[in-house]
């Protein structure tokens, strides 16, 4: 059966316990910091629904613990069979205008097209199905150069598997904010899961 390992990042580090990701700031109008709106939270809920999405098919392997360098070998050496390992995040700081809020895929620059791009663009078809993403999509290739240095550490050390970053919405946009509900949040852990069988199943090389 495919393996497919799905990393909640920001979380597990030993070397940074609170690391619990980008943090949203006063979602409420309280006018408290909402500390508990972090990253590593909604990821957790996200990863999930795209796990159980994806059990009906595959072998998947949730990790969260270890630098990002010694996940990155815990599955080259003990799941080397894994062919798709995602880094799970979500984005903050978003574009003041809603209408510029983005969803955005990484894959690996050194990647076959066949393999990074393709399951990169799979991926993001099936989160242009959410209307409060639709159109407003990104795919890139992640760089060893610039600020998408920072996307490629987090799936650098992966060597079989196909590494993608995913960054499905920022949870300080006016859209995106309505995505962080249990329905909203399983709605795009399900685009995660089917956009990475799209890609399985369409004869594509792992
Ligand atoms: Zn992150």
Request: net charge neutral.
């Amino acid at each position: 059966m495919t393996m497919i390992v799905l990393d909640r990042q920001h979380a597990g580090k030993p070397h940074r316990p609170k690391d619990m990701g980008a943090t949203a700031g006063d979602l409420d109008g309280s006018g408290s910091i909402d500390l508990h709106e972090m990253e590593a939270y909604y990821t957790a809920i996200l990863g999930l629904a795209a796990e159980l999405r994806l059990r009906q098919k595959y072998d998947v392997i949730p990790i969260s613990h270890g630098t990002y360098p010694e996940r990155h070998a815990y599955v080259n050496t003990r799941l080397p069979e894994a062919a798709v390992y995602v880094a799970l995040h979500l984005n903050a700081g978003a574009p003041k205008k809603a209408s510029r809020e983005y969803s955005a895929v990484f894959y690996d620059y050194r990647s076959a097209p066949d393999r990074g791009l393709r399951l990169a663009e799979c991926i993001s078809a099936r989160l242009g199905g959410i209307e409060q993403i639709g159109g407003n999509r990104r795919v890139w290739a992640t760089s060893n150069k610039g600020w998408k240095r920072n996307a490629h550490s987090t799936i650098r050390g992966v060597q079989h598997a196909i590494g993608i970053v995913f960054e499905p919405f920022f949870i300080d946009g006016e859209k995106g904010r309505e995505l962080l509900t249990a329905a909203g949040l399983q709605r795009v852990g399900h685009a995660l899961a089917d956009g990475i069988d799209d890609y399985l199943t369409s004869g594509a090389t792992s």
